[in-house]
């Protein structure tokens, strides 16, 4: 693969993981609004549960993110597509895993 494929791998599923990431940080804030709520809750640890998904999802994110970024940096310096522990390449570099995963190491 070249680098420009996957720059653009990268920096798509960026966005996708920002736009994700949003929309989870929006729920989160909603879940915990509601639970602030006077009313008659029937089970009063679900918003609760509700809250510790939403961070548990925006936490993964925030690593998926991060992950993405160093993806970035190695294309920068020349190295995507090699294994981060030998240098050698990768042999899945240009495969079907490496274009649903642009992250992977």
Same mark, same amino acid.
């Given at each position: !693969?070249? $680098? %420009?494929?996957?720059r653009? @791998?990268? #920096?798509?599923?960026?966005?996708?993981?920002?736009?994700?990431?949003?929309?989870?940080?929006?729920?989160?804030? $909603?879940?915990?609004e509601?639970?602030?709520?006077?009313?008659?809750? %029937?089970? /009063?640890?679900? /918003?609760?549960?509700?809250?510790?998904?939403?961070?548990?999802? %925006? #936490?993964?994110?925030?690593q998926?993110?991060?992950? @993405?970024?160093? %993806? !970035?940096?190695?294309? $920068? #310096?020349?190295?995507?597509g090699?294994?981060?522990?030998?240098?050698r390449?990768?042999?899945?570099?240009g495969?079907?895993?490496?274009?649903c995963?642009?992250?992977?190491?």
């Amino acid at each position: !693969m070249d $680098e %420009a494929t996957a720059r653009k @791998l990268v #920096e798509a599923e960026r966005g996708r993981v920002k736009q994700l990431l949003r929309d989870v940080n929006e729920s989160g804030r $909603e879940d915990r609004e509601w639970a602030r709520q006077p009313g008659d809750a %029937a089970d /009063p640890a679900q /918003p609760l549960t509700f809250e510790e998904e939403s961070d548990a999802v %925006a #936490e993964s994110l925030r690593q998926r993110l991060a992950a @993405l970024d160093r %993806a !970035m940096e190695r294309i $920068e #310096e020349g190295t995507y597509g090699r294994s981060v522990r030998s240098g050698r390449p990768s042999p899945t570099l240009g495969s079907r895993r490496t274009r649903c995963r642009p992250h992977h190491r």
